[in-house]
């Protein structure tokens, strides 16, 4: 009888105290804090699309400096993988392992994403806004990955259309970069023209470490097209450009939204990127859109280096990071990564700096539908001092043909 009774008031203290015992915290969450991962090349190749993880990482700056999200403050950690994927895959599974991260936003690159999907998709870490255009990201489609970032698939179906019913342009080459992102615009291409019964002219791939464009430029030239696609980084993109007006060779180009920041390309092109039109997926950074303005204010004025340059790659590391925001906001302070993936899945038509985003509950079978948050573009042509153009308005697009 004795020996019943001690076991009972053991179970009421268990009962009683128990309720209030700690339970497991989330993984890169504390009471005051939020941790967030980014990668994003600071040198090396793609080193101009390094702005963006700047601007994450000062838009961050600007809700810790209004408080917060509800009662906690990011903590923002971000590495330079210099655009080479075992550097991202390294120093992703540092700080995962080491630091602990919340979830992850942005990332520039589909090689470097890609080298990490799998592992932070197998550890069910949420993944808001890969800075790529890459099929990869759907297909197939994850619970925990939600891109924000139109389609390169998108670009090419805007640009194919513009050329042919608006410039009447009917012999197309691309020079594609020889990698998943230069491989996704080169199928996009492909199947866009097929619309139109063309097909290209020439496909000339470029390898990351090509230094020398006059190859290239020769195949292109061969081939006499009257319009020609670039789905390259701004280093050889400008390298192409540059090279083909020396050799007398003045198609019409078009470029991927990768090479749509207008003032860093003529400044890099010294003038050469003037008529060029691309594709992009953020408001202009002269526009009247009062985000832009706020955001102009409020982070870059506030918080940017002083030689940080406002400009759409700045900027599109706000974009990518908006509707991780939004979602952490509705989470309350019940912060799980559960949590934030059923908010993330209940944003609709969500407006931030570039077109609206929406996501649905996880459907497998519908991964465009329910995972690709954004699939708006629209086209711009540069003009003298890198001012843009505005040629069509923001336009949905279906990736599936």
Request: proline share 5%.
């Amino acid at each position: 009888m004795k020996n019943k009774v001690v076991w009972l008031l053991a179970a009421a203290m268990v009962f009683i105290f128990g309720l209030s015992l700690p339970v497991a915290a989330e993984v890169g969450v504390t009471d005051t804090e939020i941790h967030i991962g980014q990668w994003g090349p600071q040198t090396g190749p793609a080193a101009p699309w390094g702005s963006i993880a700047r601007g994450t990482g000062d838009y961050f700056k600007m809700i810790n400096a209004a408080g917060g999200i509800n009662g906690r403050k990011i903590v923002y950690h971000m590495f330079d993988d210099g655009y080479n994927p075992a550097k991202t895959k390294a120093g992703v599974k540092e700080l995962q392992e080491g630091v602990g991260i919340f979830s992850w936003v942005a990332g520039v690159g589909t090689a470097p994403g890609l080298a990490v999907r799998d592992y932070l998709m197998e550890k069910k870490i949420p993944w808001v806004g890969p800075c790529s255009g890459s099929l990869h990201w759907i297909n197939p489609a994850n619970r925990y990955l939600f891109p924000i970032y139109p389609l390169y698939i998108i670009d090419a179906k805007a640009l194919v259309k513009y050329a042919v019913e608006k410039l009447g342009k009917k012999r197309f080459a691309i020079a594609f970069q020889n990698d998943d992102y230069g491989k996704n615009g080169l199928r996009g291409v492909r199947e866009s023209l097929k619309k139109y019964g063309l097909e290209l002219v020439a496909e000339v791939p470029v390898e990351i470490k090509d230094a020398d464009m006059k190859p290239h430029v020769m195949k292109l030239r061969k081939a006499k097209p009257d319009a020609v696609l670039l789905w390259v980084g701004p280093v050889h993109a400008v390298k192409i450009v540059g090279t083909s007006k020396a050799m007398r060779f003045a198609p019409q180009w078009l470029s991927t939204s990768a090479c749509s920041d207008f003032p860093l390309m003529m400044h890099i092109s010294k003038g050469l990127w003037k008529g060029v039109i691309a594709s992009t997926f953020a408001s202009l950074p002269d526009s009247n859109d009062p985000l832009i303005t706020k955001y102009k204010k409020e982070v870059h004025e506030k918080f940017a280096a002083k030689n940080e340059r406002w400009g759409i790659f700045y900027y599109a590391g706000i974009l990518l990071a908006e509707p991780l925001v939004e979602a952490l906001k509705r989470c309350g302070r019940d912060l799980t990564r559960e949590r934030l993936v059923t908010e993330l899945e209940g944003l609709t038509d969500f407006k931030g700096l570039g077109g609206t985003i929406s996501f649905k509950p996880f459907d497998a079978k519908d991964p465009y539908g329910t995972r690709q948050g954004g699939k708006e573009v629209f086209l711009i042509e540069c003009l003298d001092g890198g001012k843009a153009k505005k040629l069509t308005d923001w336009t949905y697009f279906d990736y599936r043909w």
